[in-house]
């Protein structure tokens, strides 16, 4: 009904940059809550970055001042501007979503991830 496919992942140097996308399709009626989580080797998934319909925006301490989460609700996508790029960011990043499905209420959907790695 719903899919949330990531892009924008890679390798990258230490200090470099990348951005990530996410964009929801299916029968959507509307999107409340997008959010980006990772999951480094032997880790946990936690909570990146979240960003309401309307804009508000929280991140994890670990991301602060590095990553910018952002949306465009006209194209139901979800951006993450990762920058400053350490090792310890490398993971695997899913994009999360609660959606209202039409016809079929609210769903909290996942993407398959996108492979971040940062060397040293």
């Known amino acids: 009904q719903v899919q949330l496919v990531e892009s924008g992942g890679g390798l990258v140097q230490a200090g470099g940059s990348l951005r990530l996308s996410c964009a929801a399709s299916g029968s959507i009626s509307s999107i409340n809550t997008m959010a980006w989580y990772r999951q480094g080797p032997g880790k946990q998934r936690e909570l990146v970055a979240a960003?309401?319909?309307?804009?508000?925006?929280n991140y994890a301490d670990s991301v602060k001042g590095r990553f910018t989460i952002s949306r465009d609700n006209a194209k139901n996508t979800v951006y993450l501007r990762m920058n400053s790029l350490k090792p310890e960011d490398t993971a695997v990043y899913y994009c999360n979503a609660g959606v209202f499905v039409t016809m079929s209420g609210y769903l909290v959907v996942w993407g398959r991830g996108t492979l971040v790695t940062v060397s040293s």
């Open positions: 960003i309401t319909s309307g804009g508000s925006t």
